[in-house]
């Protein structure tokens, strides 16, 4: 990765794509998650920066994915800025202005003050394009005071160049080519060619609006002259666009045309993706030199590489099989192979958070055996283990495939039931009820009977898990009181 990395610096895009591919594979099988982030980052800089804006959104969007379900928040909350970036490329600025919203409550909780700024500049940019500018000049404004303390020219700049922008929209265009220009010196300074480019972007919009069109011109040529050695496609497309508007309003219509032709021609090639026929070719050169070379050596050396991959695969499969195991066995009671109170507590807790966000109804029912004691002193305790199996397999057995059920105490279990309105737990619950009732447990040339009573309490806005509990447990005791045997829903006070 270090090595595509370089190469995306020195503006070989094509072999950087190449390069982090394989990288991102490598980190793929080694299970190497903030390495595969890392690439992925770096691959939709790339494509960013050779103007593919929708393969761009789609790694970016991935790396968030991937972020998430592995619970790196910073990775999340860059790639989701960096989404934002091409939303921002594609002149959507709502899109990117909510997206880099979202990553910014996720910086703010991480406290990265770089990639806060970075953010701001995103947030900002997409005010300006909306023609937000005093709200713009709000996310600036703490922009400019946290990228201070960083030293980060680049973000400084980009905020500089920001700012200028939207001085030119308010038409004081003296001050915003001064801005711009200052900005752009800057990012040439630090070498950042690409950034540079999309800041003479910038400038030609404040010419234009200004009716400088000829001095707009000049700009936009001799940075098409600057970037005609590198690989920035997408900075040459939109300079293109700028230079075909700028002729258009200065009357020149064969060099609007000329300038859509050459944007057109380009395009075309574009689509043809040559970063792919690279890869390709320098694949096939690759195959080619190992056959010509043939050794046995080489083949052996090339085996002993299969070997170990093959080695390391298994390894990686055998240890994810072991952790699956023992994350089950961390969330399943052992007596009853039912959920035990912290498997139970974790999907429940995700059960709520989805009924809070979708407003589904849900219920939780508190199962407790009456009178369990007297089984234990008259059979003893293996008896009653027995008689606890029996009871949770036929309780479970009366719920859904989506419903949660768990053992949480000695003859105490509980059943969440999802997509239930009172009416419905109420019946979910007297059917464990009537079932359990009907069981006629064996133990010891006995058979034992046993009945459950049932506390419901019915989920409400803004009710965590432990409280919904708390409530169920209320109207269990209730049902004790209340003679045992039945179900008890809870009400409020």
């Known amino acids: 990765m270090v090595l595509g990395d370089l190469q995306l610096r020195q503006g070989g895009l094509d072999l950087a794509i190449s390069t982090l591919g394989e990288a991102r594979q490598t980190y793929v099988i080694l299970g190497d998650l903030p390495g595969e982030l890392a690439s992925l980052r770096l691959l939709g800089v790339c494509w960013t920066m050779l103007g593919d804006l929708l393969r761009a959104r789609a790694v970016f969007s991935l790396g968030a994915e991937l972020a998430h379900r592995g619970g790196q928040i910073e990775a999340e909350a860059v790639a989701l800025c960096n989404a934002a970036m091409t939303y921002g490329e594609a002149n959507e600025p709502l899109a990117c202005t909510d997206l880099t919203g979202q990553a910014l409550v996720l910086l703010r909780k991480v406290g990265d003050e770089r990639s806060i700024c970075h953010a701001l500049v995103n947030i900002s940019e997409g005010l300006t394009r909306l023609g937000r500018l005093d709200e713009a000049d709000e996310a600036a404004a703490e ?58 972007i910038i400038l030609a919009n404040a010419l234009f609006l200004s009716g400088e069109y000829d001095r707009g011109v000049d700009e936009c040529q001799r940075c098409l002259t600057e970037l005609r050695e590198g690989n920035f496609h997408g900075v040459r497309m939109a300079l293109l666009d700028r230079l075909s508007a700028l002729h258009e309003a200065s009357g020149d219509t064969v060099q609007a045309l000329r300038a859509l032709r050459e944007r057109q021609r380009q395009l075309l090639g574009f689509e043809q993706n040559p970063a792919r026929v690279l890869a390709c070719t320098i694949e096939e050169r690759q195959r080619a030199q190992f056959a010509r070379e043939g050794s046995k050596r080489e083949q052996d050396h090339r085996n002993a590489l299969v070997d170990a991959n093959r080695q390391l695969s298994a390894a990686l499969a055998r240890e994810r099989r072991e952790r699956v195991v023992l994350q089950t066995e961390a969330v399943t009671d052992d007596l009853t192979a039912v959920l035990n109170r912290r498997g139970f507590m974790e999907l429940a807790a995700i059960s709520v958070d989805n009924s809070q966000r979708t407003g589904d109804p849900l219920a939780i029912a508190v199962l407790d055996l009456d009178h369990f004691k007297k089984v234990n002193d008259t059979f003893g305790h293996r008896a009653g283990d027995v ?34 309105d009172p009416v419905v737990a109420q019946l979910v619950a007297e059917r464990m009820r009537a079932k359990v009732g009907s069981l006629r447990i064996a133990v010891q040339d006995a058979l034992v009977c046993c009945t459950v009573s049932i506390g419901v309490a019915s989920y409400v806005a803004d009710v965590t898990v432990e409280r919904l509990v708390e409530c169920a447990d209320a109207a269990l005791y209730a049902a004790k009181r209340e003679g045992r045997d039945r179900v008890v829903m809870y009400v409020a006070s």
């Open 143 to 200: 922009g400019f005071e946290r990228v201070a303390a960083l030293g980060d020219a680049r973000v400084l700049a980009l905020f500089r160049g920001g700012r200028g922008e939207r001085a030119a929209m308010r038409g004081a265009f003296a001050d915003a080519e001064r801005e711009i220009r200052e900005a752009r010196q800057m990012l040439t300074d630090a070498g950042l060619t690409y950034d540079a480019g999309q800041m003479t």
């Open 387 to 420: 008689v606890l199996r029996e009871v949770a397999a036929a309780a479970a057995s009366c719920l859904r495939g989506h419903d949660v059920f768990a053992r949480i105490g000695g003859e105490e279990f509980v059943a969440l039931i999802s997509n239930a």
